[in-house]
């Protein structure tokens, strides 16, 4: 960008969000406001959506572009029956799927689970159905296609209750404490995001299910140390090299019966990344890794025999990367994605050899929908700069793309299942979210959400891009202070996360934020994304592969040295802030460099071998064969070479980042002789909320303020 365009820029973001408007306070940064925008359900016949908003349920009806309202959550709530007794508390992942508003498949009712108990809502009328009033809840329920049944977990076990009539069968027996049928444990979702663990088939016959036999994995002692007494709260939580649950794919009659079990194979050293119907419900589609993750399968299972066959293998020397961009169709072709030209692009199988469908420099975020009648594929893909999110339709027989949005900027999409209507959630650096409706050919329907101007003065963040010392192109904001000159020498703060499968500079809206407050003190705020993060090919994230924090370290180094040569920081009045992986990146920079004067480390890994299995090993291999790799890759063993005031911060109860390696990392840096600050929090969660997120930003705050302000 040159010059007199940012001035341009910095002269309308003045006249938007600068004039007249109130400075972002801690307390403000502290509340993080929400982006206004709805969640949209789409109906089967992709002419309708759901949404919550303001505790009540409503549909959306795409032709009359009106909405209306469905259900009330309080009136709901006070006819639930409270959870009795729920007895020691249980730790679950927060990527695990909570019970939305389901669809039945002719569009006239929705299952909607309130309180523990489950609602059926018809539609057309408004009015809704009480099909359970119990003590306890029911689980993850799931209305079947047909609308005839709805199935739910209890106790580890899975339910069918008969809609008509209230008939419950139990369909299995064995659950137990560490026997889960139907029920993720905690690191599948959180590393591989599958985020439920049983499927209906297409035709409401029989379902799907994943059995978890969590014995294997290790037992973590978290304590609730807040009562008289306290209380053990123990997580299962497998570390690198240690075992993972048993997993197995079984099949039953939703009638009940016999289990059948599907050949994946022994879990010791694989992982059931994916489970999905395919179109017809005679097989399931599975999609399954090596421990280490360098080899990925996709594999279609017999649900009448559980025999297996291969449809696509990946491979690669470092990891293969998951996602969810996989489309069947009826004819037995299939959408799938793959990086094996380095970059992720969408390919189509069917007779022959596969055919590419897209191709680049750039990759393909996400398949947002398929028009088999057009023969069009829908895709959010970073084609104009991996900043950006655009929608594209892809031609599925030349290949050709077209491009749906206009705006420069980030385009979150939600389509129909037909692709008739979507919904496009758009902002930018300097426009907050909008929310419209979309028809297939991009014309606009409806606008539900317009942006909504902030009433805090928000300073200008600046992309901006430089070349490292190989050539390696690098892309980086910053935010000057308020009343900047040119001619001072500012404090500076990087933020950084600096971990794989990650990027903070995207051109999206910030809104009010830490930084925010930081920058009207004083502060420029500086982030850059390193190699390793992701949406730039795999060669560019790959290079840290056995050994984490020197590359991502090196390359964070560029981006200061490049912002030094500005001329507008202080060199010896940097510091350094980042959160889980940018907390350990926080801790590598202190004790691996002397560029920092401070550094917050949030909950920080300080030890891979102390983080799960599934996320560490795909970097790190196994500690047993990487030995050198994770002692290196480890702060602990550096904390003698500690350089700048630091501050630790962490949650007690981490469910994520274990409180463990704050602890060793603070017996390290004791035995070392090294100073430090710590402020330790009692949430059971990765990051801090609610009343302690204020007294958090006044704590770090108030430690940049002493080490990096004072003359």
């Not at 489309?327 to 007779?351: C, I, K, P, Q």
């Not at 420029?524 to 390793?532: L, Q």
Request: hydrophobic share 40%; proline share 4%; glycine share 10%.
């Amino acid at each position: 960008m040159t010059l007199s365009k940012q001035l341009a820029l910095a002269v309308l973001w003045v006249a938007a969000f600068g004039a007249d408007k109130k400075a972002v306070t801690l307390a403000a940064a502290a509340a993080m406001p929400r982006p206004d925008t709805v969640t949209a359900i789409w109906s089967p016949d992709g002419g309708r959506f759901l949404y919550t908003e303001a505790r009540k349920l409503w549909v959306y009806e795409c032709v009359r572009k009106e909405s209306r309202i469905l259900a009330t959550m309080a009136e709901l709530e006070g006819k639930a029956k409270s959870a009795k007794g729920a007895g020691a508390f249980q730790w679950q992942n927060r990527r695990v799927e909570t019970a939305r508003p389901q669809w039945s498949g002719d569009g006239k009712s929705v299952l909607l689970a309130v309180g523990g108990d489950l609602f059926l809502i018809d539609v057309a009328a408004g009015s809704h159905r009480q099909l359970t009033a119990t003590a306890e809840a029911e689980e993850d329920a799931q209305l079947s296609p047909d609308g005839t049944s709805a199935g739910y977990r209890f106790n580890n076990d899975l339910y069918v209750l008969a809609v008509a009539g209230g008939k419950i069968r139990r369909l299995t027996a064995d659950g137990r404490a560490t026997l889960w049928n139907g029920r993720l444990d905690w690191v599948y979702p959180e590393e591989l995001q599958l985020s439920r663990a049983w499927w209906w088939s297409p035709d409401s016959r029989e379902i799907a299910y994943l059995q978890f036999d969590v014995s294997p994995e290790m037992m973590h002692p978290h304590v609730d140390a807040g009562p008289v007494q306290a209380v053990p709260e123990p997580q299962r939580y497998p570390k690198a090299g240690t075992a993972n649950a048993n997993v197995r794919l079984g099949v039953m009659a939703a009638r009940g019966g016999k289990t059948r079990w599907m050949d994946v194979g022994p879990t010791a050293d694989t992982l059931i990344a994916r489970v999905q119907w395919m179109p017809g419900g005679k097989e399931i589609a599975v999609q399954r890794l090596s421990r280490v993750q360098d080899r990925l399968e996709l594999l279609a299972f017999s649900a009448a025999t559980g025999k297996g066959r291969l449809l696509v293998e990946e491979r690669d020397e470092a990891w293969v990367n998951l996602h969810n961009i996989l489309h069947f169709f009826a004819d037995g072709r299939f959408l799938w994605a793959s990086e094996r030209d380095g970059f992720r692009h969408v390919y189509l199988y069917g007779a022959g050899v596969p055919r590419q469908l897209t191709r680049g420099d750039w990759e393909v975020v996400e398949l947002n929908g398929v028009d088999e009648a057009r023969g069009q594929a829908w895709v959010t893909a970073t084609k104009e700069s991996p900043l950006e999110r655009q929608l594209y339709a892809v031609d599925l027989t030349t290949g050709e793309l077209t491009k749906r949005t206009k705006e420069a900027g980030t385009h979150t999409v939600s389509m129909a299942a037909n692709a008739a209507y979507y919904l496009d959630s758009w902002q930018s650096q300097t426009s907050p979210p909008r929310q419209t409706l979309m028809e297939n050919a991009g014309a606009v329907v409806a606008v539900l959400k317009e942006a909504r101007v902030p009433e805090y003065e928000l300073l200008p963040v600046e992309n901006l891009t430089f070349r490292g010392k190989d050539g390696t192109l690098f892309y980086g904001q910053v935010t000057k202070p308020k009343g900047f000159d040119p001619a001072r020498k500012y404090p500076a703060i990087v933020m950084v996360y600096g971990g794989p499968h990650a990027q903070t500079v995207v051109n999206k809206w910030a809104g009010v934020s830490w930084e925010q407050a930081l920058a009207q003190k004083g502060y420029v705020i500086w982030r850059m994304d390193n190699r390793g993060s992701n949406y730039r090919g795999h060669a560019f994230e790959k290079g840290l592969h056995k050994q984490l924090g020197k590359l991502e370290l090196a390359d964070q180094l560029e981006g200061l040295d490049y912002l030094l040569r500005q001329g507008f920081v202080n060199a010896g009045r940097v510091g350094i802030y980042g959160w889980s992986y940018g907390g350990y990146m926080t801790l590598y920079a202190l004790t691996h460099a002397k560029a920092f004067a401070a550094g917050v480390a949030g909950a920080p890994v300080t030890d891979w071998r102390h983080y799960d299995t599934i996320y560490t090993e795909r970097y790190m291999g196994l500690p047993t064969r990487n030995e050198d790799g994770y002692k290196a890759s480890s702060p602990v063993h550096a904390a003698a070479n500690l350089d700048g005031k630091l501050l630790l911060v962490h949650n007690f109860q981490d469910d994520n980042v274990l409180f463990q390696n704050s602890q060793n990392m603070m017996e390290a840096l004791q035995r070392a002789g090294k100073q430090f600050d710590t402020m330790i929090y009692p949430l059971k969660s990765h990051g801090v909320t609610g009343a302690f997120r204020l007294h958090m930003l006044e704590t770090m705050t108030g430690f940049f303020d002493r080490t990096l302000m004072a003359k």
